[in-house]
């Protein structure tokens, strides 16, 4: 009976509380609505929030809704690209950069993740090719890039390599958008 008596209590007390409401959404249960009078966030600056949160879907809707104000830019598709690196989405993400580096041939970060696809898609010749034209541009002032260079120099140095054998590299984020590509130590 004092249990019961405990709970009526308590629920008298959260419903007192849950009743005075906040004043600025007056007494609506609902959510406030979009406010009108306020300008949108830019949606290439939201996307790369996202794209640093790891939240590579909600990246890719925002990257989208920032082309309608910037365009299709290199900075636009650059992240789209990145995201879609992030998702796993190889051919996706080579035809975005590709595309990036076609509007903007003097970005690094561009070329490194052009390059970190092209890495694994086992495209080796290529991927050196332009991970050398990222650390040039670069004046070889990124670690990332320069790892990801001797990686694939290391890679394309070892004539045994076995495609089937199990990889033992990891894809690291780095920066906004920029990839690093790390061996798993054990």
């Given at each position: 009976m004092a249990r019961a008596g405990v709970l009526l209590f308590v629920s008298c007390a959260l419903t007192a509380a849950c009743g005075q409401g906040d004043a600025r959404l007056g007494d609506s249960p609902f959510a406030p609505g979009v406010a009108r009078n306020q300008e949108a966030v830019d949606g290439l600056l939201v996307g790369n929030r996202l794209l640093d949160a790891g939240e590579y879907e909600l990246a890719i809707d925002a990257y989208s809704r920032g082309a309608l104000n910037h365009g299709m830019s290199a900075d636009i598709l650059a992240g789209?690209?990145?995201?879609?690196?992030?998702?796993?989405?190889?051919?996706?993400?080579?035809?975005?950069?590709?595309?990036?580096?076609?509007?903007?041939?003097?970005?690094?970060?561009?070329?490194?993740?052009?390059?970190?696809?092209?890495?694994?898609?086992?495209?080796?010749?290529?991927?050196?090719?332009?991970?050398?034209r990222a650390y040039a541009l670069d004046d070889g002032q990124s670690d990332s890039i320069r790892d990801n260079l001797r990686l694939v120099l290391a890679k394309s140095e070892n004539k045994d390599y076995d495609d089937t054998q199990e990889q033992d590299y990891k894809l690291?984020?780095?920066?906004?958008?920029?990839?690093?590509?790390?061996?798993?130590?054990?």
């Amino acid at each position: 009976m004092a249990r019961a008596g405990v709970l009526l209590f308590v629920s008298c007390a959260l419903t007192a509380a849950c009743g005075q409401g906040d004043a600025r959404l007056g007494d609506s249960p609902f959510a406030p609505g979009v406010a009108r009078n306020q300008e949108a966030v830019d949606g290439l600056l939201v996307g790369n929030r996202l794209l640093d949160a790891g939240e590579y879907e909600l990246a890719i809707d925002a990257y989208s809704r920032g082309a309608l104000n910037h365009g299709m830019s290199a900075d636009i598709l650059a992240g789209l690209g990145a995201a879609n690196l992030g998702l796993g989405r190889l051919h996706t993400a080579e035809r975005l950069l590709r595309q990036a580096v076609e509007k903007n041939e003097t970005s690094p970060e561009i070329w490194n993740n052009l390059g970190v696809v092209l890495l694994e898609r086992g495209q080796l010749g290529e991927a050196e090719l332009v991970f050398k034209r990222a650390y040039a541009l670069d004046d070889g002032q990124s670690d990332s890039i320069r790892d990801n260079l001797r990686l694939v120099l290391a890679k394309s140095e070892n004539k045994d390599y076995d495609d089937t054998q199990e990889q033992d590299y990891k894809l690291i984020r780095r920066g906004s958008s920029d990839y690093l590509i790390r061996t798993i130590s054990e």
